[in-house]
């Protein structure tokens, strides 16, 4: 049984990403109504759950650009792996800022499952660009499986996030507790 030629599942990849990247704006739309009242915090999670689809896709379209250009792979995969490091840690940072001008936190067994998701995937989007930087074809097939748990953990986060409760009132699982500024 050989083994999958890596174009091959770069292609595969990338669609299955912006498919799943599609179905996510459809859930967004759908419980857009239940998420109005915290648009920051919910805006917030939406958009980290859309990078999770989108970033990952882009390396699996930019390592198709040119398979025989290492150096275009490697630099893209950097680029976007540092990037997406980034900008989930601004949009996944807690306490989110509520209007009465308190800062929120909330305890671990609710929703905040979600802010360990979002570490995870910056501690992931940081390795792909580790082995980015180290480059050849063993490291391609490790940012593969990392891009892959990537997304597999996107999706749980988009499957807690479809499901969390629609009251607008913390649950017995997401208590708040308010503090205020320092």
Known sequence: MGTMPLSDFYQ???AA???LLGLWVVVVQIRLDDWRADLIGKGRRAYGVALHFALPGMMGVFALVDESSHVF?????VVVAFGGAVVTFVVSSFPVLVPDGRRRTRSLPGIDRVGLAAFAAIVLYILVGVF????GTIALRI??????????LGFNVAWLLLFESRSSGPGPSDRTHEQSKP
């Open 73 to 77: 792979w490697r630099v893209s995969f």
């Open 143 to 152: 940012d593969a499986v990392l891009l892959t748990v990537l997304v597999f």
């Open 17 to 19: 990403c912006f498919a």
């Open 132 to 135: 980015a930087i180290k480059g």
């Open 12 to 14: 595969t990849f990338a």
